[in-house]
Structure formats: structure tokens, C-alpha cells
């Protein structure tokens, strides 16, 4: 049985993952107006980790630490799980690729 402290981790990669997935997917036309490589990076960083930020802060978890040290705290871990969900994209991407390689799928 899972407890609060993973359901809420849990529910916040899911969120980021959500998040960074259909900001890519939907938003991406909005977000290439923006001609500024750092802007478009800016955009597509921050809203991932604002929606897990928001998970986490009004999830029951940290309760005991109040004021800067909860929210420095939470947008740490905000900031580590966005992290986490990039390098998780980018190994299932290399398996992917890895695997059409090896059943020879670019053979067409």
C-alpha cells in the first residue's frame, strides 16, 4: 500500500508528464511564435514544473515546515521531478529507437 508521500510524488510526475506532453502537442504553434530559443525553453520547463508545484503544495505532504523553507522545499522537488520525467522521456526514447534498430523497422 502505497503512502501519502509516494501518491502525492506519484500524482505529481504524472501531472508533469501530462503537463510537458500536451503543452509539446497542443500549445507547440503558440509556443514557436516566441523566435527566442530561451523562451520557448523557459515556456516549456516552467509550465511543467508550475503544474507539479501545484499538486504538490496542496497535497497534505510537508505540513510541519510552513512559509519559504516548504515552498523552497516543494519547488525543489518540483524542479528534480521534471528532471526525472525528461530523463525517463529520453531513455524510453532511446529504447525505442534501439529496439527499431534491432527488428530492422527502418528496413521499409
Given at each position: 500500500?502505497?503512502?501519502?508521500?509516494?501518491s502525492?510524488?506519484?500524482?505529481?510526475?504524472?501531472?508533469?508528464l501530462?503537463?510537458?506532453?500536451?503543452?509539446?502537442w497542443?500549445?507547440?504553434?503558440?509556443?514557436?511564435?516566441?523566435?527566442i530559443?530561451?523562451?520557448?525553453?523557459?515556456?516549456?520547463?516552467?509550465?511543467?514544473?508550475?503544474?507539479?508545484?501545484?499538486?504538490?503544495?496542496?497535497?497534505?505532504?510537508?505540513?510541519?515546515?510552513?512559509?519559504?523553507?516548504r515552498?523552497?522545499?516543494?519547488?525543489?522537488?518540483?524542479c528534480?521531478?521534471?528532471?526525472?520525467v525528461?530523463?525517463?522521456m529520453?531513455?524510453?526514447?532511446?529504447?525505442?529507437?534501439?529496439?527499431?534498430?534491432?527488428?530492422?523497422?527502418?528496413?521499409?
Amino acid at each position: 500500500m502505497p503512502t501519502e508521500t509516494q501518491s502525492a510524488i506519484g500524482l505529481a510526475a504524472f501531472t508533469c508528464l501530462t503537463n510537458l506532453l500536451m503543452l509539446f502537442w497542443v500549445a507547440r504553434p503558440a509556443v514557436d511564435l516566441l523566435e527566442i530559443w530561451w523562451a520557448k525553453a523557459l515556456v516549456y520547463a516552467l509550465v511543467p514544473i508550475a503544474g507539479t508545484f501545484i499538486v504538490l503544495y496542496r497535497s497534505s505532504w510537508q505540513h510541519e515546515i510552513i512559509g519559504a523553507p516548504r515552498t523552497c522545499s516543494l519547488l525543489l522537488v518540483s524542479c528534480a521531478i521534471f528532471c526525472g520525467v525528461l530523463f525517463a522521456m529520453g531513455l524510453a526514447a532511446a529504447i525505442a529507437c534501439f529496439l527499431a534498430i534491432a527488428f530492422g523497422a527502418n528496413e521499409v
